[in-house]
């Protein structure tokens, strides 16, 4: 079974907790800029949103590299850098369209989530739950539950005696 971190971006409080447990479980020191995941701040309606690599199907990282130092695991569908075989040659940082890819400039190579093989200490020390590691396979079911329900709450705002659906 197949999953990703899904980023619910209304429950980021900007802590910023997620970047230092992955700098500390990934490179041993808390270093925000060594962490595979990085909030964005957005200072003038003071809003966060996480960014992290999403494990695209069609990942522009593998498909730019020119040493196949990037390749997709075939029971987990997580996309990952070899490091081996990774020249630090940055073509990768510069397709994806996320920003998810980070560069070491003292190891010269490239470094992005891989979640953690399974258990993504980010979405565990996640307090307000911005961070779930959930079955790919729910998260389309999830999104249209959610948007369903904004869209019947906007319905009961401007039609009350027609917005009969109760969802909970």
């Given amino acids: 079974m197949e999953k990703t971190i899904l980023v619910d971006a209304t429950k980021c409080t900007g802590c910023r907790t997620c970047e230092l447990v992955c700098s500390v479980k990934k490179e041993g020191i808390a270093n925000p800029s060594k962490a595979r995941i990085t909030v964005i701040r957005f200072e003038d309606i003071v809003f966060e949103v996480p960014m992290i690599c999403q494990q695209c199907a069609d990942a522009p990282c593998m498909a730019v590299c020119p040493v196949k130092a990037i390749g997709r695991d075939t029971d987990s569908g997580v996309v990952h850098v070899d490091d081996d075989r990774c020249i630090g040659c940055k073509a990768c940082m510069s397709v994806c369209p996320f920003g998810a890819l980070g560069f070491d400039p003292v190891d010269k190579r490239m470094f992005k989530c891989d979640q953690c093989e399974g258990d993504p ?25 959610d948007r369903a329900r904004n869209l019947s709450e906007i319905a009961r705002k401007f039609h009350p005696e027609s917005a009969r659906m109760d969802l909970p």
């Fill in 121 to 145: 200490p980010c979405v565990k020390f996640c307090e307000p739950g911005a961070l779930q590691y959930v079955d790919v396979f729910s998260v389309r079911a999830r999104k249209s539950w």
